[in-house]
């Protein structure tokens, strides 16, 4: 058992954490009892898909007794769109596309994803400025999609504000994301063999402007959500998935680190240009949602750091391999992962040597988190649950796929 | 004129008052929200967007009136009336200037904390008679939390009226005319004394009209938007005309009790008997704003810490500060 675990994760992390089913969730210790000759009910909640803080379409049946949540269902699919199979027949250069819409706020790591299966079967050498250029605009990416968490985290604790400061920052990100790729959000940028352009003139200068004020801007948003004493007793304490926990269901990204398990693909399995930067991954202790909330925080300073890196280091040379124009990679079994604004997010593709892919599976970390949920949520309050869905971080785009 | 004709014109006035509040105050929300949120509000409908209120009073004048099947059809009609009732009530006692008051209770204070504790019987009627699950979530959450605030609301300000020795709202407010040291106004606010009850006044009166961050019962991000999502057109535009009045109630009864109502002591007496109401309108407004940026910037507690705070911390807090102040008012005097 060991040995498979070493090899697969390459750093051993389900060895420890053999998850036992058997304890009940903490909110079943109380049954509904009579009070004084009452007897009162449970009551089934539909929370979604249509309810407003469930970031998307996710449906959660919840059992109530009172508000505290006895048993919690999490169903899922109301945003299927088929990619997996939709990807079966495109070619290998549009499968980006569909990656784009899968995890849609961060739409530039699922393309990196697909690009480095695709790649693996290729034989094709990726220039040094592609990798630079991939990091970059996963980095970018990722500070956006983060900045879409922290908003609508404030938005799910009841403030308004934070969500649209972050939208403010998001826009910058986006402008420089569209100067850089040609859009705003389905960017279709990283392909297999580089990227789609070269950086175009004055970006770099964009880029700089950003992070002239993205640092003192964080540290105010920092201030007023996190140093806000309402918004620590909201978040301190509830939705805690230790370490155990967080390994045996498969969590990657912050919520895994904030178990305080330092597994970070950039530096497990290290892609694009990550072996040449300098970041550290930041991680928390007891896992629960204001641990979360800490790791994605200290996150955000990170990417900005290594954005500042990327576009000071940015190497000369072509943007991209000489691929053809129909890519027909060699038959083989491949899988590819990077670590995404929300975890691991892999791409397995089977290949039989023509134009389309035989097969492709998206490994999105939302599901994931989603199915952790049930577990966690009971003995929790009904405002608990959406504070712990949103310190999840989970994106329904990407879990129904 | 008839006693009745004047009775009759005095609630049409507290009427108008109450819609023209609503109006101004919804325009009021999306301008400070608007630039606290570094965006502009209505910008596009008469000048500066003033006129976008009334268009939305027109289009929820227009919209579909929908009952849902499942609802109790009586009590779904009732509720609204029965928010709205008590809080157009709750203007009889408010002192807008020496002479300008629709009614002059001597027992003000007590009244107008009756007809704001009335409301949350109305909020739960609509969320039981909307058969929603959300709707009953956010009664039951409108009836708990109005309940554990009335007491520390209402113990709160007994010191004020131990001091004044009235709870007419007129009497309290004209205990606090004219200045000490020169310059500071003799207002309740500036005396050590009520500063806890000012605390507890704040947080009680922040959870009675339902304000961020005790905005538990529409709860928009848990509980979809509690007793009123089932309401529709001009039903929905009571109850949050209701509310808007009960924020401008609250606002009004502070400024009354700690900030010297109508009276401003710089100004003489003749300017201030003159434009005593704008004066009172003003501080209100103001007091508003304070509540609107609190709105902007605060996260939301939980349910169960409001109930905490109020029964575990404000109502004992608020108890020995009776006794504290009576001690204190009586050595003094």
């Not at chain 1, 094709?124 to 990722?142: G, Q, T």
């Not at chain 1, 909201?234 to 939705?239: D, E, L």
């Not at chain 2, 005095?10 to 965006?39: C, D, F, S, T």
């Not at chain 2, 006129?51 to 027109?58: A, E, G, I, N, R």
């Amino acid at each position: 058992m060991s040995d498979i675990c070493e090899e697969t994760l390459g750093v051993g992390l389900l060895c420890e954490g053999q998850h036992d089913p058997g304890t009940p969730p903490a909110g079943l210790r109380r049954a509904p009892s009579g009070v004084d000759g009452l007897t009162t009910e449970h009551l089934i909640i539909n929370m979604g898909p249509q309810h407003p803080s469930t970031h998307g379409v996710l449906r959660m049946i919840v059992e109530v007794d009172g508000e505290e949540i006895v048993a919690a269902e999490v169903s899922v699919g109301y945003l299927h769109r088929g990619i997996e199979k939709l990807a079966e027949h495109r070619r290998y250069d549009a499968v980006g596309t569909l990656m784009d819409r899968g995890d849609y706020v961060s739409g530039m790591m699922g393309e990196l994803a697909f690009a480095l299966a695709a790649e693996q079967l290729m034989d094709v050498e990726v220039p040094r400025k592609a990798h630079w250029l991939r990091s970059l605009a996963s980095e970018l990416n990722r500070l956006a999609s983060h900045l879409v968490w922290y908003g609508t985290f404030g938005l799910d604790t009841g403030a308004m504000g934070q969500f649209l400061y972050a939208m403010r920052e998001r826009e910058a990100l986006l402008d420089i994301l569209e100067a850089l790729s040609g859009q705003r959000m389905m960017f279709n940028y990283i392909r297999p063999g580089g990227v789609v352009a070269d950086m175009p003139l004055g970006v770099t200068e964009k880029i700089r402007a950003f992070l002239s004020t993205f640092d003192m801007y964080l540290d105010e948003y920092d201030q007023l959500l996190g140093g806000n004493e309402i918004f620590q007793g909201r978040v301190k304490g509830i939705g805690t998935i230790d370490r155990q926990m967080a390994l045996a269901f498969g969590l990657t990204g912050a919520n895994l680190r904030a178990a305080g398990v330092d597994f970070d693909i950039r530096k497990a399995r290290p892609y694009a240009a990550y072996p040449e930067l300098d970041f550290e991954v930041p991680l928390g202790s007891t896992g629960d949602a204001w641990d979360r909330y800490n790791v994605r925080m200290a996150e955000m300073r990170q990417s900005a750091r290594m954005i500042a890196q990327l576009i000071d280091g940015m190497p000369e040379g072509e943007h991209t391999a000489k691929v053809p124009r129909i890519i027909r990679p060699n038959a083989g079994e491949v899988y590819a992962s990077v670590e995404s604004s929300r975890g691991e997010t892999g791409i397995h593709l089977i290949s039989d040597g023509t134009e389309h892919p035989y097969r492709m599976h998206y490994r999105g970390p939302s599901l994931y988190a989603a199915q952790a949920l049930e577990e966690i949520l009971p003995g929790h309050l009904i405002a608990d649950v959406v504070m712990i869905i949103g310190s999840t971080d989970i994106m329904l785009g990407e879990l129904d796929r | 004129m008839s006693a009745v004709g004047i009775s009759a014109l005095k609630v049409l006035a507290a009427l108008g008052l109450m819609l023209g509040n609503g109006v101004v105050m919804i325009y009021m929300l999306r301008k400070v929200l608007g630039h606290l949120h570094i965006r502009l509000g209505p910008i596009h409908v008469g000048w500066k967007g003033t006129l976008q209120t009334v268009m939305d009073v027109l289009k929820l004048l227009t919209k579909e009136d929908v009952t849902p099947r499942a609802v109790d059809r009586w009590l779904f009609r009732l509720a609204p009336a029965v928010v709205f009732v008590p809080s157009l009530m709750a203007y009889a006692a408010l002192p807008f200037s020496d002479t300008w008051r629709i009614t002059n209770l001597d027992s003000g204070l007590l009244y107008t904390f009756t007809a704001l504790s009335l409301i949350p019987i109305g909020l739960l009627m609509a969320g039981w008679a909307s058969a929603n699950k959300w709707s009953l979530l956010g009664g039951m959450r409108a009836a708990a939390q109005q309940i554990a605030y009335e007491v520390p609301l209402l113990l709160s300000v007994l010191p004020i009226v131990m001091l004044v020795g009235s709870a007419n709202l007129g009497t309290i407010v004209e205990a606090q005319q004219g200045t000490f040291l020169a310059v500071l106004p003799r207002w309740f606010i500036v005396n050590p004394l009520f500063w806890p009850t000012f605390l507890i006044f704040v947080v009680a009166s922040l959870v009675e009209s339902n304000q961020t961050p005790f905005d538990m019962s529409e709860a928009e991000s848990e509980i979809v938007a509690g007793f009123a999502t089932e309401y529709s057109a001009m039903k929905f535009g009571l109850l949050f005309l209701s509310e808007f009045s009960n924020q401008f109630i609250v606002s009004a009864l502070g400024v009354t009790l700690f900030f010297g109502g109508w009276t401003l002591p710089w100004l003489p007496a003749s300017v201030v008997s003159a434009l005593g109401p704008l004066i009172f309108l003003i501080k209100t407004y103001l007091g508003i704003f304070v509540m609107m940026w609190i709105r902007g910037t605060f996260p939301r507690v939980r349910i169960d810490q409001v109930m905490q705070l109020g029964w575990q911390r404000l109502i004992p807090i608020s108890l020995v500060w009776i006794v504290f102040s009576g001690i204190v008012i009586k050595v003094w005097s």
